[in-house]
C-alpha cells in the first residue's frame, strides 16, 4: 500500500521522551528546608548534619573573604563560588584521602577540603608556582582548560585499576559548559570502556560566562549525555549539601567495587559573576532569573534543619564566622609571605634534565637575580 | 578621524566588514550578548543580530569545524578563540585542516576564515590565559599569521584578513588592548596582510619586532638616541609570510640588527627572521645577527611575568652590544 501513514519510527516521540528518565533531581530537603526523605536523611548523626553545616559556612565565608581580598588587590583570578557550597562540599566530603581530585578553576574549595592548604590555594590565584605544590599527592591543580580534566581522569582511574589499588577512585568537576567539549565525552567514553574507577561531577550553575545553559545543547539534561557512553547518571538537587553527599557516596562505592564510571549532575547556582576579572552578570541575565535560585540557598535550608533539630544557632554560626575569616586572614598572610619567584626556578623547572640552552639561560637569570 | 584604543579599531573594522559583506558571521564563546570578554564584539550582535553575531557551545574544535563547514557553504566565518591558549584544542581544526584545505582541493573552493585570539602577556591573567603561540602557526603552510602593534593597523588588518579568501590567524595582543590609543579614521581602509612597517628611521642598528614589542624597542630606540645611536625599528606586522624585503632594505643601510619577539627563544619566529638574513644578507653584516626573545621556560605564573617578558632595556642591552660589536 503506498503513502501508509504508520512511520517504522516515530522521532518526534523520542525526542519528546528522551530525557524522562532525568529529570528528577535526587532531593532530601527541599527549598523551604522540608525534609522529603526522612529516610535518607536518617542515616546522618547529628554531628555529619552539623560538620555539613559547618563546611558550607566555611566554604561562604571563604567566598566573602576572597571577594575583600580581591577587592584589596590582593588576589589574582578566583572563581566565586557562592550558591555551590552543597554541591562543592556534599560532594568532596563523600570521598577519601586516597582517592584522586582533578578539580576545574571553581573547586578550589574542594581541593582545601582535600589536603590543600588555604594558603596554597591564595597562592595559586595570585600566580605563584608554590600554590601548585601540595601535600596530598592526590590531585592536580585547578585546571584552566575547560574539558582536559575528564580525559585525564580516564587515565587516572586506568592507572588506580592496574595497579590494583581497592578502595580508591578518581572524582572530577567541570561546569554545564564543560559538557560541550569533546573532551568531556572522551573522557568519559574511555573511562566506561575500561570500566575505571571514576565519578565526573558537572556542576550545572546555569551558565557558562555569558552563555546559558540551554545555548550548551538541545538536550534537557546533561546527566542523559552519560546514556551514550554507557554510564550510568543522575540528576541531584545541588543545593540540598544532604542529597549531593548521598548520591556522591554511593556512586564512589559503585566505582570502587569494579562497576564502571558514574556521571552525576548537581543542578545549582553561580550566585555572582563568573570571576573576580570583573565580569558583569548584568549584561547577561535578569533579577528574575535569580531570585528563586537566591531562595533556594543551601545555607538556608540546612539553617532550618539543624534549627528545628536545635542543633543550631545564629550566635554560634557568627563565630564560626569569625574565626573561619581569622583562620583566611591568616593564610593570607602566609601567602603573602612566600619568596619572590624566579625565573631561573621556572627554567629549573621546565625541563627534568635541562637542556644546554636552558643551562645558559639559568646561569644569565641567577646573574640577574643575585644582583 | 577619532582617537580609539586597539580594542576599539578591531571593533570598528569587525563592523565595517559585518556593514560591507552579509555573507560574514562571527561567532564563538560569549562574543554575543556579553560582546566577548575583552568586549571586543561588543555591539555588534545588537547591531547585526543573532544570525550574523552568535555564541557557540563551549568548544573550540566544534568552533573550528564550524568555520570550515561554514566556507564550504557560502559564509565568511569570524570565530573567536577567547585566548590563544585555547587555539590547541582547535589545532586540527586550524592546522590540520582549515590551512590545508584549499591545497587538497586543488585550488577548488575558498576558505576565507579569520580566526581572532588575544595573545601574549604581561597583564596577570590566570595561569594558562597568557601565552605566546605564535611559532606553531607560522610554521604551518596555508595559514596567514597577522598581528597589528597599534590601533591604525589594527583596524586595517582586521579588514584586510576578513576580505582575503585565505585563511588567517589575526593575533591581538592582550597588553594592547586598553593601553594603546591612536587617531584611526572612521570609514574603511586596508593595511596590506604581508607587508612589514619601517616606524622609526635609523641609520646604526635595524630593530626588528611585532606586536607589543614593537613598543619596546621604540623606547629603546628613544634611550639609545640620547647615546647618538640612530636605530631603525621594523613592525613586522605580518608573521607568516614575513616581509623580509623590507627587512633587508633596512638592513642595507644599517649593517646591523636585533630581532625582538615576546615568545621564548626557542620558539620561532625570530629564529625564521634570523635564518633568512643569514642566507641572503651575511654579507652585507657588519656584526652577528642579535636576538632578544623570552628563556626558555613555560609561560610563567603571573607574578613574575616582569623579570621574563623582554623589555625596553634588554633591547637596548643587546643593540648597544650589536652596535659596539
Ligand atoms: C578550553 C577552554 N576554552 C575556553 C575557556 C574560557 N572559559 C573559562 S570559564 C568558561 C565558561 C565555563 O563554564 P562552565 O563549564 O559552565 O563552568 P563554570 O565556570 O560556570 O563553573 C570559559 C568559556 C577555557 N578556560 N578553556
Not at chain 1, 575505571?196 to 546527566?223: C, D, H
Not at chain 2, 624585503?245 to 638592513?251: L, Y
Not at chain 2, 644578507?281 to 645577527?289: G, N, Q, V, Y
Given at each position: 500500500m503506498a503513502n501508509g501513514s504508520k512511520q517504522i519510527v516515530d522521532f518526534a516521540k523520542i525526542k519528546a521522551t528522551m530525557a524522562d528518565s532525568y529529570k528528577h533531581p535526587v532531593q532530601?530537603?527541599?527549598?523551604?528546608?522540608?525534609?522529603?526523605?526522612p529516610d535518607t536523611l536518617a542515616k546522618y548523626s547529628d554531628d555529619q548534619l552539623v560538620d555539613f553545616m559547618k563546611k558550607m559556612v566555611w566554604e561562604r565565608t571563604l567566598h566573602e573573604q576572597t571577594m575583600n581580598f580581591s577587592r584589596q588587590g590582593r588576589l589574582g583570578f578566583y572563581a566565586p563560588t557562592a550558591g555551590e557550597e552543597a554541591s562543592e562540599m556534599g560532594s568532596v566530603t563523600?570521598?577519601?584521602?586516597?582517592d584522586f581530585l582533578l578539580p576545574a578553576y571553581r573547586d578550589l574549595p574542594q581541593m582545601i577540603q582535600h589536603g590543600a592548604s588555604v594558603a596554597k590555594g591564595f597562592l595559586w590565584s595570585k600566580g605563584h608556582?608554590?600554590?601548585?605544590?601540595?601535600?596530598?599527592?592526590?590531585m592536580i591543580f585547578?585546571?584552566?582548560?575547560?574539558?582536559a580534566q575528564y580525559v585525564e581522569t580516564a587515565g587516572v582511574a586506568l592507572g588506580i585499576q592496574k595497579n590494583g589499588d581497592k578502595d580508591r577512585v578518581a572524582f572530577v568537576y567541570t561546569g554545564d559548559?564543560?559538557?560541550?567539549?569533546?573532551d568531556w565525552y572522551e573522557g568519559i567514553n574511555f573511562t566506561s570502556a575500561y570500566q575505571a574507577p571514576a565519578v565526573f561531577f558537572v556542576?550545572?550553575?546555569?551558565?557558562?560566562i555569558s552563555v546559558p545553559r540551554r545555548k550548551q545543547t538541545a538536550?534537557?539534561?546533561?546527566?542523559?549525555?552519560a546514556v551514550a557512553m554507557g554510564v550510568p547518571s543522575v540528576q541531584v538537587d545541588g543545593m540540598d549539601i544532604v542529597a549531593v553527599h548521598e548520591v556522591a557516596k554511593e556512586a564512589r562505592e559503585f566505582a570502587a567495587a569494579g562497576n564502571g564510571p558514574v556521571v552525576i549532575e548537581t543542578l545549582t547556582y553561580?550566585?555572582?559573576?563568573?570571576?573576580?576579572?570583573g565580569d558583569d552578570p548584568s549584561r547577561y541575565r535578569t533579577k528574575e532569573e535569580e531570585k528563586p535560585w537566591f531562595d533556594a540557598d543551601p545555607l538556608i535550608r540546612m539553617r532550618k534543619v539543624l534549627t528545628d533539630k536545635k542543633l543550631w544557632s545564629q550566635d554560634q554560626e557568627d563565630k564560626l564566622v569569625e574565626e573561619y575569616k581569622d583562620e583566611f586572614k591568616n593564610a593570607m598572610k602566609e601567602a603573602e609571605a612566600a619568596p619572590a619567584q624566579k625565573v631561573s626556578d621556572f627554567l629549573k623547572w621546565t625541563y627534568d634534565v635541562p637542556t644546554p640552552a636552558v643551562k645558559k639561560q639559568i646561569a644569565e637569570f641567577e646573574a640577574k637575580e643575585s644582583k | 578621524m577619532a582617537k580609539m584604543t586597539y580594542i576599539k579599531a578591531i571593533t570598528s573594522g569587525l563592523d565595517q566588514v559585518l556593514n560591507d559583506d552579509s555573507k560574514t558571521l562571527i561567532f564563538g564563546e560569549d562574543v554575543g550578548k556579553n560582546g566577548g570578554v575583552f568586549r571586543t564584539t561588543v555591539g555588534l550582535q545588537d547591531k547585526y543580530g543573532e544570525d550574523r553575531v552568535f555564541d557557540t557551545p563551549l568548544a573550540e574544535s566544534g568552533i573550528l569545524g564550524l568555520a570550515i563547514g561554514l566556507s564550504l557553504t557560502g559564509w565568511r566565518p569570524i570565530p573567536e578563540?577567547?585566548?590563544?591558549?585555547?587555539?590547541f584544542e582547535a589545532m586540527d581544526g586550524i592546522v590540520g585542516q582549515l590551512a590545508r584545505d584549499h591545497y587538497r582541493f586543488g585550488g577548488q573552493k575558498k576558505f576565507p576564515v579569520t580566526i581572532r585570539t588575544p595573545f601574549g602577556g604581561?597583564?596577570?591573567?590566570?595561569?594558562?590565559?597568557?601565552?605566546?603561540?605564535?611559532n606553531y602557526f607560522v610554521s604551518t603552510p596555508g595559514l596567514r599569521v597577522v598581528t597589528p602593534a597599534n590601533p591604525y593597523d589594527a583596524k586595517g588588518l582586521i579588514i584586510s584578513a576578513v576580505e582575503s579568501d585565505d585563511p588567517v590567524l589575526f593575533m591581538e595582543n592582550l597588553k594592547l588592548y586598553r593601553s594603546m590609543k591612536d587617531e584611526v579614521p572612521d570609514d574603511k581602509y586596508t593595511v596590506p596582510l604581508d607587508s612589514a612597517k619601517v616606524v622609526r628611521e635609523g641609520s646604526d642598528v635595524t630593530l626588528v619586532a611585532y606586536s607589543a614589542e614593537v613598543n619596546e624597542a621604540l623606547s629603546a630606540a628613544d634611550a639609545l638616541a640620547k647615546d647618538n645611536i640612530s636605530a631603525e625599528v621594523i613592525d613586522?606586522?605580518?608573521?607568516?609570510?614575513?616581509?623580509?624585503d623590507t627587512v633587508f632594505a633596512s638592513i642595507d643601510k644599517t649593517h646591523k640588527v636585533v630581532i625582538v619577539q615576546e615568545?621564548?627563544?626557542?620558539?620561532?619566529v625570530g629564529a625564521i627572521v634570523a635564518s633568512d638574513i643569514a642566507e641572503e644578507k651575511i654579507m652585507s653584516l657588519d656584526a652577528p645577527i642579535g636576538r632578544v626573545a623570552a628563556p626558555?621556560?613555560?609561560?610563567?605564573?603571573a607574578q613574575a611575568e616582569g623579570d621574563w617578558i623582554p623589555n625596553a632595556d634588554d633591547i637596548e642591552a643587546k643593540a648597544r652590544e650589536i652596535v659596539n660589536y
Amino acid at each position: 500500500m503506498a503513502n501508509g501513514s504508520k512511520q517504522i519510527v516515530d522521532f518526534a516521540k523520542i525526542k519528546a521522551t528522551m530525557a524522562d528518565s532525568y529529570k528528577h533531581p535526587v532531593q532530601v530537603i527541599d527549598r523551604e528546608g522540608k525534609v522529603v526523605d526522612p529516610d535518607t536523611l536518617a542515616k546522618y548523626s547529628d554531628d555529619q548534619l552539623v560538620d555539613f553545616m559547618k563546611k558550607m559556612v566555611w566554604e561562604r565565608t571563604l567566598h566573602e573573604q576572597t571577594m575583600n581580598f580581591s577587592r584589596q588587590g590582593r588576589l589574582g583570578f578566583y572563581a566565586p563560588t557562592a550558591g555551590e557550597e552543597a554541591s562543592e562540599m556534599g560532594s568532596v566530603t563523600a570521598f577519601k584521602e586516597q582517592d584522586f581530585l582533578l578539580p576545574a578553576y571553581r573547586d578550589l574549595p574542594q581541593m582545601i577540603q582535600h589536603g590543600a592548604s588555604v594558603a596554597k590555594g591564595f597562592l595559586w590565584s595570585k600566580g605563584h608556582i608554590q600554590g601548585n605544590q601540595y601535600d596530598n599527592p592526590n590531585m592536580i591543580f585547578p585546571q584552566i582548560i575547560i574539558g582536559a580534566q575528564y580525559v585525564e581522569t580516564a587515565g587516572v582511574a586506568l592507572g588506580i585499576q592496574k595497579n590494583g589499588d581497592k578502595d580508591r577512585v578518581a572524582f572530577v568537576y567541570t561546569g554545564d559548559g564543560g559538557t560541550s567539549q569533546g573532551d568531556w565525552y572522551e573522557g568519559i567514553n574511555f573511562t566506561s570502556a575500561y570500566q575505571a574507577p571514576a565519578v565526573f561531577f558537572v556542576q550545572n550553575n546555569g551558565w557558562a560566562i555569558s552563555v546559558p545553559r540551554r545555548k550548551q545543547t538541545a538536550a534537557e539534561t546533561l546527566a542523559q549525555k552519560a546514556v551514550a557512553m554507557g554510564v550510568p547518571s543522575v540528576q541531584v538537587d545541588g543545593m540540598d549539601i544532604v542529597a549531593v553527599h548521598e548520591v556522591a557516596k554511593e556512586a564512589r562505592e559503585f566505582a570502587a567495587a569494579g562497576n564502571g564510571p558514574v556521571v552525576i549532575e548537581t543542578l545549582t547556582y553561580r550566585y555572582g559573576a563568573h570571576s573576580s576579572a570583573g565580569d558583569d552578570p548584568s549584561r547577561y541575565r535578569t533579577k528574575e532569573e535569580e531570585k528563586p535560585w537566591f531562595d533556594a540557598d543551601p545555607l538556608i535550608r540546612m539553617r532550618k534543619v539543624l534549627t528545628d533539630k536545635k542543633l543550631w544557632s545564629q550566635d554560634q554560626e557568627d563565630k564560626l564566622v569569625e574565626e573561619y575569616k581569622d583562620e583566611f586572614k591568616n593564610a593570607m598572610k602566609e601567602a603573602e609571605a612566600a619568596p619572590a619567584q624566579k625565573v631561573s626556578d621556572f627554567l629549573k623547572w621546565t625541563y627534568d634534565v635541562p637542556t644546554p640552552a636552558v643551562k645558559k639561560q639559568i646561569a644569565e637569570f641567577e646573574a640577574k637575580e643575585s644582583k | 578621524m577619532a582617537k580609539m584604543t586597539y580594542i576599539k579599531a578591531i571593533t570598528s573594522g569587525l563592523d565595517q566588514v559585518l556593514n560591507d559583506d552579509s555573507k560574514t558571521l562571527i561567532f564563538g564563546e560569549d562574543v554575543g550578548k556579553n560582546g566577548g570578554v575583552f568586549r571586543t564584539t561588543v555591539g555588534l550582535q545588537d547591531k547585526y543580530g543573532e544570525d550574523r553575531v552568535f555564541d557557540t557551545p563551549l568548544a573550540e574544535s566544534g568552533i573550528l569545524g564550524l568555520a570550515i563547514g561554514l566556507s564550504l557553504t557560502g559564509w565568511r566565518p569570524i570565530p573567536e578563540i577567547q585566548f590563544m591558549g585555547f587555539t590547541f584544542e582547535a589545532m586540527d581544526g586550524i592546522v590540520g585542516q582549515l590551512a590545508r584545505d584549499h591545497y587538497r582541493f586543488g585550488g577548488q573552493k575558498k576558505f576565507p576564515v579569520t580566526i581572532r585570539t588575544p595573545f601574549g602577556g604581561g597583564t596577570h591573567t590566570a595561569e594558562m590565559h597568557s601565552d605566546n603561540l605564535e611559532n606553531y602557526f607560522v610554521s604551518t603552510p596555508g595559514l596567514r599569521v597577522v598581528t597589528p602593534a597599534n590601533p591604525y593597523d589594527a583596524k586595517g588588518l582586521i579588514i584586510s584578513a576578513v576580505e582575503s579568501d585565505d585563511p588567517v590567524l589575526f593575533m591581538e595582543n592582550l597588553k594592547l588592548y586598553r593601553s594603546m590609543k591612536d587617531e584611526v579614521p572612521d570609514d574603511k581602509y586596508t593595511v596590506p596582510l604581508d607587508s612589514a612597517k619601517v616606524v622609526r628611521e635609523g641609520s646604526d642598528v635595524t630593530l626588528v619586532a611585532y606586536s607589543a614589542e614593537v613598543n619596546e624597542a621604540l623606547s629603546a630606540a628613544d634611550a639609545l638616541a640620547k647615546d647618538n645611536i640612530s636605530a631603525e625599528v621594523i613592525d613586522l606586522r605580518s608573521l607568516s609570510p614575513i616581509d623580509t624585503d623590507t627587512v633587508f632594505a633596512s638592513i642595507d643601510k644599517t649593517h646591523k640588527v636585533v630581532i625582538v619577539q615576546e615568545a621564548q627563544r626557542m620558539a620561532g619566529v625570530g629564529a625564521i627572521v634570523a635564518s633568512d638574513i643569514a642566507e641572503e644578507k651575511i654579507m652585507s653584516l657588519d656584526a652577528p645577527i642579535g636576538r632578544v626573545a623570552a628563556p626558555d621556560s613555560v609561560y610563567p605564573f603571573a607574578q613574575a611575568e616582569g623579570d621574563w617578558i623582554p623589555n625596553a632595556d634588554d633591547i637596548e642591552a643587546k643593540a648597544r652590544e650589536i652596535v659596539n660589536y
